[in-house]
């Protein structure tokens, strides 16, 4: 695509900028306000509960009268806080989540007031980049709130959630490179026109995959959820907020989440494509029609993001930081490898279908053996080290055994002590007659 192709994002008129941009925010807070009362329900009904069904029809108006509530809250600020900085944190979370969404295409080219205008607010050449950026400008606003609180237990929530930040958003970029491959573009609205045969999802399914783990922890959702784990945190980055600024963080981990299912959709679910075989329809890809298939797809991700906090358990941070280290990145990495390896050979060496399926399949059995090479490998090295440890387990019993009349001494790794207590000691016959021997041989010697 040239940069005059572009030019249809840079024609409209003030007004219907405008119009977009209103538009947008207005979508993104009733999608906030719907998710946090379609999340209260699913969970509910997971856990066998009611959940909200007061307010308004079927509960609906619960998440906007919530959020007066917090509005009108009396607001707490910690004497030991940065104001400023404490002040500002919420406000670019809040801003980084609204503005990611200006390059998400929400369908094709229709007619507005008589203007013929793309549903979608801009796009430019590197529009997956920017959304990349921008969502690394929002993890400031978690730190900074940490930091600013003045207190230790925020502190660690915004480091938690720069380490995991750093560590997701490797494998999250990683997993976009197959997809800029294949697609041969990084603008949004082109990677959606590449999957008109068939979607990325299917063809690039590890990369989907990646993804979907990774946009779970890039919004710190459960079971991701270590910035806020109210088990060891109490609240994480926010604790020490209130009021209106709370309700600012939580508006911005709602949007990010519509934002992170948006851009999946986009990339990988053929964005407002019609799915088979409502694409077999001639007009399922025109007018306002792919809007309704935008919001369905995105509504399903953000199912899946309330199945998983009321299904899964949130995992330890050690676990989670190795999981995202040591599996996701390498992994991605191998799979950026085959791709750009089958697009070689289907674009330069002119292999069929068929050569293309054998060449893959030797790379897999290649990749597969040597995993399971390296499996028995590290299996032999786990058993020697027990094996070791066993060893100097006896050794370590056998000189106790000989020692046990000494003064106690602590036990030593894969040592095993058992305790007796002192009345036992007493009170047991074999001891006790000792001790009576030890009491004649004490007299005799004095006599």
Known sequence: MTDGQFGIFGGDPWWLVLGKTVAIFALLVLLTLFTIWWERRVVSRMQNRIGPNRVG????LQSLMD???LAFKEEVIPKAAHVGVYWIA???SATAAFIAFAVIPFGPTVSVFGVETPLQLTDFPVSVLYVLAIASIGVYGLVLAGWSSGSTYPLLGGLRSTAQVISYEI??????????????SMSTSQIVLAQEPIWFAVILLPSFLIYVTSMVGETNRAPFDLPEAEGELVGGFHTEYSSLKFAMFFLAEYINMVTVSALATTLFLGGYLAPWPLSLWEGANSGWWPVLWWLIKVQLFIFLFIWLRGTLPRLRY?????FGWKVLIPVA???VVIVSIARLFRNDVNLSNTELLLVGAVVIVVLLGGSWLLQIRANRKEDRRAQAEEDNARRVNEVLTGAATGHPVPPLPGQRFEYTPRRATVTSPAIASDSADDSAKEEGTDA
């Open 333 to 335: 990495l191998v799979w």
């Open 171 to 184: 494998a999250m970029g990683l997993s976009f490179v197959a997809v800029f491959i294949y697609a041969g």
């Open 318 to 322: 050690d676990q989670f930081m190795k």
């Open 67 to 69: 959020g007066f509530k």
């Open 57 to 60: 029809p079927q509960g609906l």
């Open 90 to 92: 919420p406000v670019i």
